[in-house]
C-alpha cells in the first residue's frame, strides 16, 4: 500500500518552488548529445584531445542534465507520513552527483593533457575550429536558458553546461593558435586550464550540496541575527536550542525555544505571529516555536537534548 500522502498548503507548510526548468533541461540535453556526436567524430578526424576531452565532458554533462531533471520531477511529490518533508532533498542530492562527476571528468582531462604534453600529436586545426564553434554555440544558447535560478541543483547544471562553454571557448583558441604557429602542444595546455576551471567549480557545488545535506545553517545567514531580531519581540525574554537548515536551495527551516513572559495562550499567540513575520527578512518560511515560561528557564529545560550533546 503506498503512503497517506498529506495534502499541500497548511500542513506541509512548504511554499512550492516556482521556477520550471524542465524545458530548457530536456533542450540542453538533447544538444549535449548532438555537440557530442560531432566533436567525437571531428576529436577522432582532427586529432585534437581538446575536442575529445570536451566531447567527453558532454556525456557527463548529458547524465547530470537528467539527473536534475529527475530530481525536479522528485521534489515535486507530496509529502507523505512518511516523508512529511517530501523529496525536496532529491535536488541537492543531485547536485552532490553532478559536483562528483566534475571532479572526475577534470582529472581525467588534467591526466590526459599531462600525456600529451610529454607526447604531442599532430591536430588538424581548420576541423577543429569549426566542430568547437559550433559547440559554443550550443553551449551558450543552454546555458542561456538556466542562468539565474537560485535552485542549487539548476545551478548545478548550469556549472555544467558553463564548463562546456568555457571548453569550446579554449578549443577555438587552441585551434587559432594552432593554425598560426603550428604549435600543437596548445592543444594540451588550454585542455588542462579547462581541467582547472571545471575543478573548481565542481568543488564549490559539492561544498554547498554537502553543507546542506549536513544541515549547515545557510552561509548567507547569521544565526545570533536571528536571535537579536527575535529578541526585539515584545514580549520575549530568550531564545536558545535554535537550529536552522536547508531543506533545498530554496527552503529554509527553523526551530527554536523561546522563553515568554506571556501566561496565556493568546499572548504567546500574538509572539509567535510577530516572530515568523521577522523571520520572512531572513527567508524562512517554515518554523516551528515551542513556548516556555521563566520558570522552565530557571530550572533548565530537560527536553534540549541536542544542547547537551545527547542523541
Known sequence: MEPEQLESGHESGLPVARED???????????????????????????????????????????????????IQAARSLPTRQRSYGLHRAGIFAAFLNGLLLVGVSIWILYVAYQRVLSPHEV??????????????????????????????????????????LSSIAVVLAALW??????????????AVIGVVILVSALGVLRESTEVLFQFAPRDLDPDEVIREMMAVPGVLGVHDLHIWSLSSSIRVMDAHVYSCEQDVRGNERIKHEIKQRLERFRIYHSTLEFECEEC???????????????
Open 178 to 191: 594552432i593554425m598560426a604557429t603550428g604549435q600543437v602542444i596548445a592543444d594540451p595546455i588550454l585542455s
Open 21 to 71: 526548468y524542465s524545458r530548457p533541461l530536456w533542450i540542453g540535453v538533447a544538444t549535449t548529445l548532438f555537440v557530442f556526436f560531432i566533436e567525437v567524430i571531428g576529436g577522432y578526424v582532427s586529432g585534437s584531445l581538446s575536442l575529445l576531452s570536451d566531447a567527453g565532458h558532454m556525456v557527463i554533462d548529458a547524465s547530470s542534465l537528467l539527473l536534475s531533471l529527475s530530481a
Open 297 to 311: 528557564r530557571n530550572g533548565g529545560d530537560q527536553g534540549c537534548m541536542l544542547t547537551r550533546g545527547e542523541l
Open 124 to 165: 588538424e586545426s581548420t576541423v577543429m575550429l569549426i566542430i568547437a564553434v559550433a559547440g559554443l554555440v550550443a553551449n551558450v544558447a543552454v546555458a542561456y536558458c538556466l542562468h539565474g535560478s537560485r535552485d542549487l541543483n539548476i545551478r548545478g547544471a548550469f556549472l555544467h553546461v558553463v564548463g562546456d562553454a
